[in-house]
């Protein structure tokens, strides 16, 4: 159980949020221009990785705001929690 | 006093008697026993059967490591409890235990009989047994393990207790009241830490408290005189909340930890009532310093378990604390220095003591002391067996070869009624790995010892592998105090004696003249695996400890493995010829002792489980005699059953009504999103299949939303109740989930839109009037308003007041019949309804549930996400591909729509089933075939909706059908486990296709 600090709301416990997964994969503009297999890339593919990962979070119980973080899966270190649209931080 | 109870102390207070009960034969102790210490004053050491050979087993230690005395409390059908500690229970009045796993009684058991056959019974017995013939399962195999597997009773009846949770925040948490975590709670509190210090016994002072050998002293005081003078300073320290009977279960990341207190487990049964039995800790602490102590060892060798035979160190806490002698006449068998102090003790009070140790000489203080008590020491020399089957009469001893592989000599036969064994000392790190610590192996004494890197917690004492007095002092002081950044403490400068062990020596297996083979070694007392099922996994294969582990069982017990892993460690080691440190340990997870389920859930049970949501009409749906369904966490109304209809009765009458004349659904669960903004029509565009830009104001339109992979994620009717605002409506059970998918996409994939989403679920309720009638209705409730079909086509909305109320009127129809639904404030909800209710009587209006609802729209082919969908099925594979915008480049989903995988022509797909007989109704789920003879014969579809429809008077149902859109007119099968069912695939849509009925 993780102390997550929001971007809006400060520390607060994991109970509040919600993992959505892989961050940076952004939605293609112009989807009926790519080839099943680079919808499929977009769709389906994700890294999951032991170690440093950049997550998406939604502060799910609490502001609702989605924001990133960047974990270490491997041992649950949060290196860095930053607002939509702010370029990640090189960890 | 009883024979066995031979002094006094000041941990049990022997002015207090307590009765308690045994196997149903009364005994006493007194108020400070423990359920093991007082059934020991009773010389009562046979206390239960092992679980695999039965074999008489005794008390063997004094705490939570505990693998034999393990009994069942109480026996009422609400409040009995299985597989609890006996070492663990503190007395009280009325206490009723029993032993476990025998039969007919613990004195004599019929399952004895596994032990005589034991050699047939070997590791991997039933994986190996159990296989063939494939016949014998079901009759034979099954019930006979069912038998005999499971310790205990479970209780039949629900529990009454109260249970508690309980959150909590500190600076410094310190696990374990023994002398480092008092040490370390002292230092942290003194110094304005807010401090939390739990101990899992009833009073602090770990093994110090009764330690009162002259061996140990600190600042000139015995070591357990200087302990009791440290507890009564922390006492009156302010900022330490100290916690007894509170054991810590998982210490999760970032210091998240649960601990369980037990409040009213030791109280006399007529002053429990009502109180809290448990309460769980969730505490988050800045700094957690972890005290937990070590574990006495056994030694393995053959017929270890006979009762009578227990820990060196408990044999001292039952005499010292609790004043009670486990023997008379005790002999000692130890490869260490420590059970040395429990010798002295036993000579002290003039108990008859010998000591049979494995090591050629020991030069230690406390050694020393022994001898010159003049106590028999036999160095060099090993148990090779026991005899006494209720409880130990004697025991047999050889000397050792030179290298401890092996026993020269002449067998030597001691009698006793007690032996005391030590094998050395497991630090308890199980904490430490729960967070996510590592371990380092020391072969110098053969421990797992914690390898500190964790900012956020420190391991100190033994736990820390720190197994002298004056090192746990030392160390504990320092480690605290650079761990809270201390510079001066008063333990700076004390000065601590101890005796000093020097000479070491363990062997994990010790030898015999009997072959292995025929020998009984234990490892695991509680799962009956011994070194010889260790071996025999080895030599089938299993390489890996978690499997030998899993084979043999060993360390899979309730007490997991807390005595057995290092000797499995050690044996499969030796055995294979490779380091001990090499090998890696079993995982240790959480909790640490067994929790109950009482205290996990806490408060959450009865009406507590769940949140219930209610309607605002839901006191009318009661007095009106309707049964729930639960939806989600909603209560709706199912059906409204008149004197003793049942559902199907019921139902019949109330689709009939629906399409006769009247009917009332309260359709206030709906998922309602309120959505405002100026690119609300673009951002409707987005996430619905069909087009919303040219959709009018005061217009309503169905809308069907998919996920990016193309798979329907839910639908509702939305409506335009201006330029920038509309009134989103989402299935009952989806509506959270729809709000927060728009959420997530308005935030991270197009924040540019000016669009704002509030959930209104809550504010409206809903009457949703339907029939021939219904207009009828509804003009008597609005008379002043134009309900004709050019003023108040289908699908569009009015505002309209009733009693100065205002309200919303949307001309919408989930069943095909002319049909409003009335949205006004929850507050108003109920009368809305008794409104409706009034103006409908002269019309018989009837208000129906959840089941009508779905015969209804099944009548007329309208799907229900989530049960004719199920996340595979895309709009085209329902036939709804009218929905489905050809013109707009992009919806969430689209690209999906023409993927390989969804433009598939076998894809299941929705279809219409009729039944050849029209009365027989389908089940919901069943599979579909297309051909019977088939082998093995394959499924092409499962049904998802089926009814008797009360207005075609026949048998309707939908379901999905591989490529059933290309088998209309198609026989198809329906295989029931009597009878196969022949079904013809058809149109979906049964009834008034032309949709005539909507303007009727």
Redesign the interface.
Known sequence: ???INCPYCGER??SEFSC?GEAHI???K???E?S?DE??EY?FMRKNIKGVQFE?W?H?HGC???FNMVRDTS??KIHAVYK??EKPPVI | MTKYRISKTRFVDQTKNISFTFDGKAYHGFEGDTLASALLSNGVHLVGRSFKYHRPRGIMSCGSEEPNAICQINDNTDLTEPNVRATEIELYDGLRASSQNCWPSLSFDIGGINNLISSFIPAGFYYKTFMWPKGFWKKIYEPLIRMSAGLGKSPTQPDPDIYDHKHEYCDVLVIGGGISGIISAKIAAKNNLKTILIEDKNILGGSTIYQNNKNFIIDNQKSNEWLMNEISELEKLDNLKIKTRTSLAAF???N?LLAKENISDHLPLNKKNGSIRQRLWKI?ADKVIVATGAIERPLVFHNNDRPGIILANSVKKYLDFYGVATGLNNIIFTNNDSAYESAVSLFEKGISVKIVDIRKKSSSSIVKNAEELGIEIYWHSTVVNTFGYKKIKSIEIMNLSEDGSNVTGNKNKIQCDCLAISGGWTPMVHMHTQS?GKLDFRDIDQVFVPIEKSENHINVGSCNGDFELKEIVKNTNNKVKKFLNINEDSLDKISVLCSKELEKKNIWLLPNTITEGKTKSFIDFQNDSTAKDIKLALREGFKSIEHVKRYTTTGMATDQGKLSNMHALGIIAETAGVKMGTLGTTTFRPPFTPLTFGAIVGRSVGKFFDVMRKTSIHEWHIRNNAKFENVGQWKRPWYYPINNENLHEAVQRESKAARDSAGILDASTLGKIDIQGSDASEFLNRVYTNAWSKLGIGKCRYGLMLN??GMVYDDGVTTRLGENHYLMTTTTGGAANVL?KL??YL???W?ELDVYLTSVTDHYSTASICGPNSKKILKKLFPNKDFSDVAFPHMSYQDAKIDKIECRIMRISFTGELSYEINIESRYGKSLWESCIEAGEEYKITPYGTETMHLLRAEKGFIIVGQDTDGTMTPIDLQMDWIVSKKK??FIG???LY??DTIREDRKQLVGLLTDDPNEILEEGAQIVSELDKKPVEMIGHVTSSYFSPNLNKSIALAVVKGGKKLKGQKLFIPMENKNINVTVSDFIFLDKENKRINA
Request: aromatic content about 12%.
């Open positions: 159980m993780f102390v416990d994991q959505g952004v939605r293609p112009q989807p009926t790519l099943d919808w499929a769709l998406r939604n799910a609702r705001k989605w041992n649950d939509m649209g | 999760h990341s970032y998240y988050r996510g990016e992979d927060s959420e997530d935030q991270t994939e924040p480049y992009d689209k690209r999906s993927r390989s």
